[in-house]
Structure formats: structure tokens, C-alpha cells
């Protein structure tokens, strides 16, 4: 069973805009939800990640924003750039030390010039 | 990387062979993971390792088994490979504030 949900599966903005990724969840349990960016041919990085008591999270150009009564959650890649031209992956867990996650299917960006 | 190496990184064998990868860290961390990705399945953990001997199963444990004996040295072994376990294979360490995960570079394995 797929446990979170990720859409898009592809996506293709222009340089500048704003590409919003998409993943829904369904255990109540999960507190811990990061996303991931992965190059090809490389592993995944961490890029930002949040918790369930705040609603929106900031690093740099990438934004987390959270709604936890309809159990989503989003990435927002503002002024987006041709380096951008990733495979990102949504994941969630129970958290905790052992920490084991569940990834979202991945969506593949593409930023145009 | 977070200090995480995987040898080797690509592999091409035939079925029903044994196979083993290798995870190595350097930065003693206690939690180490294996998971797979395919398309359409993002990542899917195998097994992980809360410490040396002490391993657990994951969502996709069938056909795989992994030892820990020592803290840097996390193996995945695939007794009898099978053409359903060609896949690139990431090994990660979690560390940090809030046990974020880290990953290897990968394992591309493909089973003929």
C-alpha cells in the first residue's frame, strides 16, 4: 500500500516561476515529513523537512507549507532555476531514532531557460 | 555524502547468484538504512540497523538479508539474486537534530 501520495509526476515551468509539488499522507501518526532532491545518477539530499505543529516552513528559495486537517503538504520552489532540474521526492515518518521512511513516488522537474 | 561510501557501484550479475553490497561510514553513526528506488516506487527501505547485531526488517525485506558487525560497515546480501531485484540500491545514515537521513551516492545492480 502507498502510504504517500505525490503529484505531479513531471513538471515543466518556466525559469523564474514557482513549481508546486504535492503529496497527501494518510497515517495520523506520521510528524515527520522532508523533502528530498535527487540529480541523476546521484543519492538523495535533503533539501527541508518540518513538523506537524507549524504550518509553513522557509529555507532560502524552498518553501514546506503544511495543512494537517486534510493531511497534505507542498513544496514551493520560488524563482525557480535551470538547476532546479531535479527528481524530488516527498517522504513522512513516525519520527523518532529509528526514523524509518516512507517516500512519495518522485516528481521530475524541469526549469526551461 | 555525510561520509557514506558504496561499493560497488555498479554490478551486473546473473540469477541465482549470491551478491553482497557494502555500506561504509565514517562519522560512527548508530542508525544506518538500506532502501531500493524504482520508478513509479520512489524509495523503498529494505532493512536498517539501530546498532552492531541488531537489525530489523523494512517494507521490502523478501529476498535480502543484511549484518552489522561493525559500527561503519552496513552489508546487504541477496542469497539468490533475481531479475526483481534489479535496482539501484542507497544506503543512509541518520544523524542530526531530528534524525534527518543522509544517503550514499547508490548501487546500480542489475540482475540478468
Known amino acids: 500500500q502507498q502510504q504517500v501520495k505525490q503529484s505531479p509526476q513531471s513538471l515543466i515551468v518556466q525559469k523564474g516561476g514557482i513549481p508546486i509539488i504535492n503529496c497527501a499522507y494518510e497515517n495520523t501518526a506520521f510528524d515527520y515529513f522532508p523533502w528530498y532532491q535527487q540529480f541523476p545518477g546521484k543519492g538523495p539530499a535533503l533539501l527541508i523537512a518540518i513538523r506537524p505543529d507549524v504550518s509553513e516552513k522557509k529555507e532560502g528559495r524552498f518553501t514546506i507549507s503544511f495543512n494537517k486537517s486534510a493531511k497534505q503538504f507542498s513544496l514551493h520552489i520560488m524563482d525557480s532555476q535551470p538547476g532546479d532540474s531535479a527528481t524530488y521526492f516527498c517522504?513522512?515518518?513516525?519520527?523518532?531514532?529509528?526514523?524509518?521512511?516512507?517516500f512519495g513516488t518522485g516528481t521530475l522537474l524541469a526549469v526551461q531557460p | 555524502d555525510a561520509g557514506i561510501t558504496q561499493s560497488p557501484r555498479h554490478k551486473v550479475t546473473e540469477t541465482g547468484t549470491p551478491v553482497t553490497l557494502r555500506c561504509h561510514q565514517t562519522?560512527?553513526?548508530?542508525?544506518m538504512y538500506w532502501y531500493r528506488q524504482d520508478p513509479g516506487h520512489g524509495l523503498r527501505l529494505i532493512h536498517y540497523s539501530y546498532g552492531v547485531k541488531d537489525t530489523d526488517k523494512g517494507e521490502v525485506s523478501d529476498g535480502y538479508s543484511v549484518s552489522r558487525s561493525k559500527t561503519e560497515d552496513f552489508l546487504l546480501t541477496l542469497e539468490s539474486a533475481t531479475s526483481s531485484q534489479t535496482s539501484v540500491y542507497f544506503c543512509?545514515?541518520?544523524?542530526?537534530?531530528?534524525?534527518?537521513?543522509?544517503f550514499g551516492p547508490g548501487t546500480r545492480l542489475t540482475v540478468l
Open positions: 543512509a545514515i541518520s544523524a542530526g537534530q531530528n534524525n534527518e537521513q543522509f
Open positions: 517522504a513522512a515518518s513516525h519520527g523518532g531514532a529509528t526514523n524509518k521512511l516512507i
Open positions: 562519522e560512527n553513526h548508530r542508525y
